[in-house]
């Protein structure tokens, strides 16, 4: 069965710290997806990345990047130099496609402090 | 932007009532889908739809219904509400034709008293 292990439950750091959360999924397709999705306090989810079970780069946006490695079924985020607006709770999830559909599981969440 | 919408944003209601939470979107989707988020749960997916008039459980559908009779709007029903049922509920809509991406509504935030 598909399912996503955000482990850490809350990581507090100091501003312009580096700081990587942590997602381990499970799943028996070949073929999947992964996501990173950051809820601010406003309460607004907003896609960040998606990832697919083929293309194991690594990628960098500004200062978030993101390290999948299909060996351990990770697929970590990590913030450089953080920053207060970093402050979020953040989300990793799967997709499958099941009977032509597409469902998606989601991990509880890391809810990030950045502190000044 | 998406194009999706949640009405209403908030409401409160009193256990053993009737509540339908509307999601809209403007973009033609076919994928749609309505999750509860709780504190230490995360997003779990309740119902989705795959096009008119099909819809299918997921995770945690007892006491929730579904309809969509027009691929812009999904209703999620609360037949009888429980205080169990007190949540943040989401909307989102999902792009399998376009790198699979899913989006999400801004949220209604349900009290059940």
């Known amino acids: 069965a598909q399912k996503v292990t955000q482990a850490q439950t809350e990581i507090s750091v100091v501003e312009k710290e580096d700081v990587t959360l942590d997602c381990v999924y499970e799943t028996r397709d070949t073929t999947y997806y992964l996501f990173w999705y950051k809820q601010p306090p406003s309460g607004e989810l907003v896609f960040l990345i998606r990832r697919n079970s083929f293309d194991e780069q690594n990628e960098i946006s500004g200062r978030y990047s993101w390290n999948f490695q299909k060996s351990t079924s990770s697929f970590n985020f990590t913030i450089t130099a953080s920053q207060v607006v970093d402050s979020a709770v953040y989300f990793c999830?799967?997709?499958?496609?099941?009977?032509?559909?597409?469902?998606?599981?989601f991990g509880t969440g890391t809810r990030l402090k950045v502190l000044a | 932007d998406a194009g999706i919408t949640q009405s209403p944003r908030h409401k409160v209601t009193e256990t053993g009532t009737p509540v339908t939470l509307r999601c809209h979107q403007t973009e033609n989707h076919r994928y749609m889908y309505w999750y509860r988020q709780d504190p230490g749960h995360g997003l779990r997916l309740i119902h989705y739809?795959?096009?008119?008039?099909?819809?299918d459980k997921g995770e945690v559908s007892d006491g929730y219904s579904v309809s969509r009779s027009k691929t812009e709007d999904f209703l999620l029903t609360l037949e009888s509400a429980t205080s169990s049922q007190t949540s943040v509920y989401f909307c989102?809509?999902?792009?399998?034709?376009?790198?699979?991406?899913?989006?999400f509504g801004p949220g209604t935030r349900l009290t059940v008293l």
């Open positions: 739809s795959y096009g008119v008039k099909d819809t």
């Open positions: 989102a809509i999902s792009r399998p034709g376009m790198r699979n991406e899913q989006f």
């Open positions: 999830a799967l997709s499958e496609e099941t009977s032509g559909t597409y469902k998606y599981i």
